[in-house]
Nanobody, 123 residues
């Protein structure tokens, strides 16, 4: 029904920057919240940042001042600009979106996840 496709991960040195993108496609009626989560090896998935359709943002304390989330509502796309990266930011980053989709002639709730993109911060 709906696909979230992430891009932009890779290997970066400590102190470097990366920009992640996540585009939603499919039979979308509306998207409310979009966000980024991450999961490091051996750890649980954790929230990184979220953004509402109106542009209100929320960040994990560990990334405040370093990461910036933004979105393009016309493109159903969310971005994560990551600066001053640290080795502890190494993880698989997942995109999430919630809202409403068209399904069998009616509206249905949406809660979708991307496949994940690996970010490795290492010298």
């Amino acid at each position: 029904q709906v696909q979230l496709v992430e891009s932009g991960g890779g290997l970066v040195q400590p102190g470097g920057s990366l920009r992640l993108s996540c585009a939603a496609s499919g039979r979308i009626f509306s998207i409310n919240n979009m966000g980024w989560y991450r999961q490091a090896p051996g750890k649980q998935r954790e929230l990184v940042a979220t953004i509402t359709s109106g542009g209100s943002t929320n960040y994990a304390d560990s990334v405040k001042g370093r990461f910036t989330i933004s979105r393009d509502n016309a493109k159903n796309t969310v971005y994560l600009q990551m600066n001053s990266l640290k080795p502890e930011d190494t993880a698989v980053y997942y995109c999430n979106a919630d809202g409403t989709v068209y399904y069998s002639g009616a509206l249905a709730p949406l809660d979708a996840w991307g496949q994940g993109t690996l970010v490795t911060v290492s010298s």
